[in-house]
T-cell receptor, first 111, second 110 residues
Framework: EAAVTQSPRNKVTVTGGNVTLSCRQT?????MYWYRQDTGHGLRLIHY???????QIGDVPDGYKATRTTQEDFFLLLELASPSQTSLYFC??????????FGEGTRLSVL | QQKVQQSPESLIVPEGGMASLNCTSS?????YFWWYRQHSGKSPKMLM?????GEKEEGRFTVHLNKASLHTSLHIRDSQPSDSALYLC??????????FGTGTTVSVSP
């Protein structure tokens, strides 16, 4: 069964802290994405990748780094977390011209 | 500026009624549209896709697409309480990723 698994599901950190969000897909999909969801803004694309070692910049990349280490694994890094990065983060994966399949989300709070 | 605009922001529909949602892209490079549904506390799930001009029906859900105006609409007939959710429109531009609108919150009142 197609799956996208995110970890952790919840995370609390302090301003200036380092955070890594993890995402693994077992769907043999080429594309993986990181979105953030905030009330009034819908889903906003942070970074995406179309294969191991590839990284593409999305619409709201400032303050975020990402790395695709393997076909299955995509990480989102916040090196100096700020309260404005408090949000619900979704990872998704897809094949070419396919609807992305979303993970269950990671709720991040930056105090 | 949001490249994918959705309207209305929220909608209250009586049970058994019709809900109509709209979505327009300001990016003329868009090729395809998807509609997603997100129940409260859950992740978005793909509901329907439409790639060519015209209409597509699946059960109680119908989508329309006008490629010339880059406008798509989603219609839910015989609305049920389980249809209460956030509906997200997404536009795909070849070689990029899906760009989502801000969504329409549908509340079905019993």
């Amino acid at each position: 069964e197609a799956a996208v698994t995110q970890s952790p599901r919840n995370k609390v950190t302090v301003t200036g802290g380092n955070v890594t969000l993890s995402c693994r897909q077992t769907n043999s999909h080429n594309y993986m994405y990181w979105y953030r969801q905030d009330t009034g803004h819908g889903l906003r694309l942070i970074h995406y990748s179309y294969g191991a070692g590839n990284l593409q910049i999305g619409d709201v990349p400032d303050g975020y780094k990402a790395t695709r280490t393997t076909q299955e694994d995509f990480f989102l890094l916040l090196e100096l977390a700020s309260p404005s990065q408090t949000s619900l983060y979704f990872c998704a994966s897809s094949g070419d011209i396919q609807a992305p399949l979303f993970g269950e989300g990671t709720r991040l709070s930056v105090l | 500026q949001q490249k994918v605009q959705q309207s209305p922001e929220s909608l209250i529909v009586p049970e058994g009624g019709m809900a109509s949602l709209n979505c327009t892209s300001s990016d003329r490079n868009v090729d395809y549209f998807w509609w997603y549904r997100q129940h409260s506390g859950k992740s978005p799930k793909m509901l329907m896709s439409i790639f060519s001009n015209g209409e597509k029906e699946e059960g109680r859900f119908t989508v329309h697409l006008n490629k010339a105006s880059l406008h798509t609409s989603l219609h839910i007939r015989d609305s049920q309480p389980s249809d209460s959710a956030l509906y997200l429109c997404a536009a795909y531009q070849g070689g990029r990723a899906l760009i989502f609108g801000t969504g329409t919150t549908v509340s079905v009142s019993p």
